[in-house]
């Protein structure tokens, strides 16, 4: 396993249209980069040229049949983690934002394809700058499923599982629990266990926490699954006392989502 | 929507009700045709 800076990005076909500018060469040796996105890195493009996103790239080796896991930190008030990640052919690429009131984002690759894997640290708001720590990590095995990711997938009994070593049922992703997203997909299963291990069924989509991001809906998973037409999950929710009242962000309560 | 509303959910709540929505949607130009039918369905339950 090998983990360095990209020192020219001209090479990466894909990210030598994406950025901008090349990235100076950092020399940072192992996973843990400490870093900043400042005004002079490259960018990535965004719906206003004055307010691009800054970012700094990094390279991975991953073996075949290795696992990619990358955590990007904020720790800056102004900077909200965005990390993506880009296949050696340049034909994937994994995105993701950060996880709720955590302050951190976080991409698995499973399955890795062998090869240079480059790296992404980057802001979800256009020309925010800010400190960050990046941790890369090549894998030999996968971690394990998130409860996220499992609610997701509707995995019933994965999830059982999960939720008896889980220290904290509610923990937003992407601005949501896992019951939301359970919800949403429709898996009533999943949504009952995740409801007998005491997930709140009135939690909101991102509730203001230390990194509080003026679109969070405010949505119970009531609301989102009212909006997603899933009416067996509306049944379940509502016997387990989902609150027919409860406004999200826009004053919407869950029978407009319904409509 | 029909579980919502046999549980109590009340169709006049909210800054902008789901009576005011569903008359609405049914009856904008920018709703696809297809789509219009269940929002004048939904409006018609609403009104009961």
Known sequence: ?259 | MQRLLDAGADPDAGEETAREVAANMADADWVEEAKKPGYAAINALLNG
């Open chain 1, 1 to 259: 396993m090998l983990i360095r800076p990209v020192a020219l990005l001209g090479a990466l076909p894909l990210l030598g249209a994406l950025l901008a500018a090349a990235v100076p060469a950092a020399l940072a040796q192992t996973q843990e980069h400490y870093a900043d996105l400042t005004e002079d890195d490259a960018t990535l493009p965004s719906g206003n040229p004055d307010y691009p996103y800054y970012t700094d790239a990094y390279e991975a080796e991953v073996a075949a049949g290795q696992a990619l896991e990358v955590v990007l930190a904020s720790l800056s008030q102004y900077m909200v983690p965005r990390v993506l990640v880009v296949s050696p052919s340049a034909d994937t690429l994994a995105n993701a934002r950060y996880l709720g009131s955590t302050g951190l984002a976080r991409v698995v690759v499973r399955e890795a394809d062998a090869g240079t894997w480059t790296v992404l640290a980057s802001s979800a708001d256009g020309g925010a700058t800010g400190n960050y720590s990046l941790t890369i990590s090549v894998l030999d095995e996968a971690p394990a499923a998130t409860l996220h990711e499992l609610a997701v997938e509707g995995d019933a009994e994965a999830l059982a599982t999960a939720l008896e070593d889980a220290e904290y049922v509610d923990l937003p992703e992407n601005h949501r629990t896992p019951l939301m997203f359970a919800a949403q997909g429709g898996h009533v299963e999943a949504v009952e266990v995740l409801l007998a291990a005491g997930a709140d069924v009135n939690a909101v989509a991102g509730r203001p926490g230390p990194m509080y991001r003026p679109e969070m809906t405010l949505d119970t998973s009531l609301h989102i699954a009212a909006e997603a037409g899933q009416n067996a999950v509306v049944a379940v929710l509502l016997a387990a006392g989902a609150d027919l009242t409860a406004e999200n962000a826009y004053g919407t309560p869950p029978l407009v989502a319904a409509v």
